[in-house]
């Protein structure tokens, strides 16, 4: 999944009018505002009552589903082979927002705050915030890959991070 490839699937989704944040190994490199290493698919997180919007959306521009673990998540590949991992939202009045999880009494929380803006290629893009992203990395053994995100993160933001 190249930075283009992320633009231009942005593009498609807004305009179907759908709310989306980056998250995974493309938010970070977002919030830190350059590519630090290939990416095989693209975290989107979305609001859950705009999912036929962004299923359309996708499948239009030739993504069809491969995985279905709603309503914690769901996958799309074009075939190309390029990914969007999605993760819908269920949003309060407050801005905060829940994701199913796969333990039904523990969902996944994401304050208000949590909702920000980075950089790919220079075009604004919207993305979970740092903290959120370090959050997201905790309570599994990570892979190389999350160890280089997490690097990322303490380099350009100075903050702390679980490994």
Same mark, same amino acid.
């Given at each position: ?29 977002? *919030? ?11 975290? *989107? ?34 075939? +190309?082979?390029?990914?969007?991992? *999605? ?24 304050? +208000? ?7 790919? =290629? ?5 993305? *979970? ?7 997201? =990395? ?12 997490? +690097? ?12």
């Amino acid at each position: 999944m190249t930075a283009d490839d992320v633009l231009s699937l942005l593009a498609v989704l807004r305009g179907a009018g759908a709310d989306i944040w980056i998250g995974g190994g493309w938010g970070v490199d977002a *919030l830190v505002g350059e590519q630090t290493r290939p990416h095989r698919d693209l975290d *989107l997180m979305h609001r859950t009552e705009q999912e036929p919007a962004v299923v359309a959306a996708l499948a239009d521009a030739g993504f069809t589903e491969t995985l279905d673990w709603r309503p914690v998540r769901f996958v799309v590949a074009d075939p +190309a082979r390029r990914e969007v991992d *999605l993760h819908p939202l269920d949003f309060a009045a407050d801005g905060s927002a829940v994701q199913a999880s796969p333990d039904p009494g523990r969902p996944f929380r994401y304050p +208000a705050s949590c909702f920000t803006t980075g950089t790919i =290629h220079g075009v604004a893009v919207p993305c *979970l915030s740092a903290e959120q992203q370090v959050h997201f =990395h905790q309570g599994y053994e990570p892979a190389e890959r999350d160890r280089h995100d997490m +690097a990322q993160l303490r380099r350009v933001f100075g903050i702390t991070t679980h490994f």
